[in-house]
């Protein structure tokens, strides 16, 4: 079972769709963190949550933190071409050291 | 500031040989921590090195190990390179003693032949 699951894995939706990405785990955790990814390069870190409840804004991405602090997930009003990549969820586990846990990864690909 | 560098950023190695990777920080910034990527087992962490000292480490192999330099430049080393060690190699720094936000490198891309 993994620790931190994400979903979906795949997204393949039109210019102008909304869309969302979830990031579950049985955990409670300490902080959680979106990256997005292209192709070649590495992670780029796009938020991070620290406060259940907490909600954040980035221009068209929208970040939900849990109540719980269990689950978070990435909102993004009418999607473009240049949201097209890897979305990363990654949490941090107070019982696990706060060792950065990544979760599989969403592949975004907004079509024009 | 500068961003977080790492050189190589190819290489291709056969198995058997040892590889080792080189990570320039963000100025300041003395927690860096090493993950593997790969399509199937996505990014894992290896290990963090905070003021020269190992402080967490990943579920991998002894062939996989790291140090930290006082100028907070860290290097990777893979031993006896195995084919399934073909991977991207990220590094990536943190600001803050709690290490947690990441900033991370382009990478190396290894291939094992």
């Known amino acids: 079972t993994q620790l931190l699951e994400q979903s979906p894995q795949f997204l393949s939706i039109q210019e102008g769709e909304n869309l969302t990405v979830y990031c579950n785990s049985s955990?409670?955790?300490?902080?959680l963190q979106w990256y997005r990814q292209e192709p070649g390069e590495g992670p780029v870190l796009l938020v991070t949550?620290?406060?259940?409840?907490e909600v954040k804004k980035l221009k068209r991405l929208t970040f939900q933190f849990g109540d719980a602090r269990k689950d978070s997930s990435l909102h993004i009003t009418a999607a473009q071409p240049g949201d097209t990549g890897l979305y990363l969820c990654?949490?941090?586990?107070?019982?696990?050291?706060?060792?950065?846990?990544f979760g599989a990864g969403t592949i975004l690909r907004v079509k024009s | 500031k500068a961003g977080v560098t790492q050189t190589p950023r190819y290489l291709i190695k056969t198995r058997g040989q040892q590889v080792t990777l080189s990570c320039s920080p963000i100025?300041?910034?003395?927690?860096v921590s090493w993950y593997q990527q790969t399509p199937g087992q996505g990014l894992q962490f290896l290990f963090e090195?905070?003021?020269?000292?190992?402080?967490n480490k990943g579920n991998f192999p002894g062939r996989f190990s790291g140090r930290q330099f006082s100028n907070s430049r860290s290097e990777m080393n893979v031993s006896t390179l195995e084919l399934g060690d073909s991977a991207l190699y990220l590094c990536?720094?943190?600001?803050?003693?709690?290490?947690?936000?990441?900033?991370f490198g382009p990478g190396t891309r290894l291939t094992v032949t």
């Open positions: 990536a720094s943190s600001p803050g003693t709690s290490g947690v936000e990441q900033y």
């Open positions: 955990s409670v955790f300490s902080s």
């Open positions: 949550v620290v406060t259940g409840g």
């Open positions: 990654a949490g941090a586990f107070m019982e696990y050291g706060n060792k950065l846990v």
């Open positions: 100025s300041g910034h003395r927690s």
């Open positions: 090195y905070f003021s020269e000292t190992q402080r």
